[in-house]
């Protein structure tokens, strides 16, 4: 295993105050981000802290940790990876309302719609907008910069690192993540123990 995603949700009910709730949310990814490096590297929590600046990053014994970090939250659920592959970028997003293919071609450059259109059927499972929507947000988070147009996420069909999903129908959610390389990956949701999920690689990541 090179990388450990751990999941939770803030408790019923959620708070009304929207600030309050942005802030709870917040302390959640960070504890989980720490307690996922510390199980990761087999080490004592007390050995690591983290940054500040944006986006965050991990610090063992107060310099910065061989980790990749990434942190994403959707409704009242955060996710924090931490991998020894880096840089990582990863978003999960609630996937209960539908999208209609108006949504979808917002999200795309003309290429990458000419792509996605004469991909085998069942190529992405579920509804495509979510796992693309999913995917490009972690690509931002890997570029380390937010995305507002299709070019900005570069070619989602010719991908040179590695990137991949991983559907949590229990959850509601749809799980992007990507790195420089394939990823051994381990999931803990709340309390539960740790296990090896099998991650559904991206059609467009060109392997090489």
């Not at 989602?156 to 051994?184: F, K, R, V």
Request: hydrophobic letters at 40%; one cysteine or more; a negative charge.
């Amino acid at each position: 295993m090179n990388t450990l995603i751990l999941l939770d949700r803030l408790p019923d009910p959620l708070m009304q105050d929207g600030f309050a709730q942005r802030e709870a949310l917040k302390s959640l990814g960070r504890q989980l981000a720490l307690q996922a490096a510390s199980q990761l590297m087999s080490l004592p929590l007390r050995h690591f802290a983290m940054d500040s600046d944006k986006p965050p990053f991990l610090l063992l014994e107060g310099a910065p940790a061989p980790l990749g970090l990434s942190i994403s939250h959707s409704g009242p659920w955060v996710a924090a990876a931490v991998s020894a592959c880096r840089p990582l970028g990863m978003d999960i997003e609630q996937t209960a309302k539908p999208r209609d293919a108006d949504d979808l071609a917002e999200l795309l450059s003309a290429d990458e719609a000419a792509w996605l259109a004469e991909l085998p059927e069942n190529s992405l499972p579920g509804d495509p907008f979510w796992r693309i929507w999913t995917l490009k947000e972690a690509l931002g988070k890997y570029h380390g910069r937010r995305w507002e147009t299709p070019q900005q996420t570069g070619s989602i069909h010719q991908l040179e690192h590695y990137a991949a999903h991983l559907a949590l129908p229990d959850s509601g959610l749809m799980l992007a993540i990507t790195a420089p390389a394939a990823l051994d990956c381990q999931l803990q949701c709340g309390q539960q123990k740790a296990a090896r999920v099998k991650l559904q690689p991206w059609p467009g990541y060109q392997r090489r």
